[in-house]
């Protein structure tokens, strides 16, 4: 097989895996805190075609890939009523901190195998280009959904500790936030694409020093 096609589909199985693996723990952290509607929607399941978003968890990512770019992107939410869920606001916090602390700690697993396993040192090999991605990805995905801007996780955990006054902006701003999320990348690429390298950069070089590097 080509490399560059052994790759793309390489990338394309961490994207899928990541995403699924994002929403599968927003899922069953909602499940866990009494709320049952992602469970009844079918949601709490290893079949990509229940999480995928062919713009977020395809397109977009696998086009950033192919321009050299920093990966980032999501899936298609889990429903959540948070009015089921233990502590309402703030367990709607801890549903929306699963999924990008599950992205992270993904990335993290894979640095330590890389790292004690010496995949790390032998730069240019398959192996290598596999836990790379996998951490980059990962990383992508965690800081790109810990955007505060509705849906995005980041929208969640602000809402918890926020004054009533943001509170109110955000309720109102959310049919609107997707839109606002589309823009931000296709006007502002350049820019956020800087943010996000910036982000990645800075916790791989954090995951390099835990290790004593």
Same mark, same amino acid.
Do not use: C
């Given at each position: 097989?080509?490399?560059?096609?052994?790759?793309?589909?390489?990338?394309?199985?961490?994207?899928?895996?990541?995403?699924?693996?994002?929403?599968?723990?927003?899922?069953?952290?909602?499940?866990?805190?009494?709320?049952?509607?992602?469970?009844?929607?079918?949601?709490?399941?290893?079949?990509?075609?229940?999480?995928?978003?062919?713009?977020?968890?395809?397109?977009?990512?696998?086009?950033?890939?192919?321009?050299?770019?920093?990966?980032?992107?999501?899936?298609?939410?889990?429903?959540?009523?948070?009015?089921?869920?233990?502590?309402?606001?703030?367990?709607?916090?801890?549903?929306?901190?699963?999924?990008?602390?599950?992205?992270? &700690? $993904?990335?993290?697993?894979? *640095?330590?195998?890389?790292?004690?396993? @010496? =995949?790390?040192?032998?730069?240019?090999? #398959?192996? /290598?280009?596999?836990?790379?991605?996998?951490?980059?990805?990962?990383?992508?995905?965690?800081?790109?959904?810990?955007?505060?801007?509705?849906?995005?996780?980041?929208?969640?955990?602000?809402?918890?500790?926020?004054?009533?006054?943001?509170?109110?902006?955000?309720?109102?701003?959310?049919?609107?936030?997707?839109?606002?999320?589309?823009?931000?990348? &296709? $006007?502002?690429?350049?820019? *956020?694409?800087?943010?996000?390298?910036? @982000? =990645?950069?800075?916790?791989?070089?954090? #995951?390099? /020093?835990?290790?004593?590097?």
């Amino acid at each position: 097989m080509n490399t560059n096609i052994a790759q793309i589909i390489t990338v394309f199985i961490i994207i899928l895996a990541s995403v699924i693996l994002h929403e599968l723990s927003h899922g069953f952290v909602a499940y866990w805190l009494g709320d049952h509607t992602a469970k009844d929607a079918g949601r709490l399941t290893f079949n990509p075609l229940k999480h995928i978003d062919p713009y977020m968890s395809i397109l977009v990512p696998v086009v950033l890939y192919l321009l050299n770019a920093p990966v980032f992107g999501g899936a298609k939410p889990v429903p959540v009523n948070y009015h089921n869920l233990k502590w309402h606001e703030w367990g709607m916090a801890l549903v929306a901190a699963a999924g990008p602390l599950t992205n992270f &700690l $993904i990335a993290l697993i894979a *640095f330590l195998i890389g790292y004690f396993s @010496g =995949i790390l040192f032998d730069i240019g090999s #398959f192996g /290598y280009f596999i836990v790379t991605e996998i951490v980059f990805i990962n990383l992508g995905f965690m800081i790109f959904n810990l955007i505060p801007v509705p849906p995005l996780d980041g929208s969640r955990i602000l809402y918890a500790i926020a004054p009533d006054s943001v509170r109110v902006f955000l309720n109102k701003f959310e049919p609107y936030g997707i839109i606002v999320v589309y823009a931000l990348i &296709l $006007i502002f690429g350049q820019v *956020f694409q800087s943010f996000m390298g910036n @982000g =990645i950069n800075g916790i791989w070089h954090f #995951f390099w /020093y835990l290790v004593g590097y």
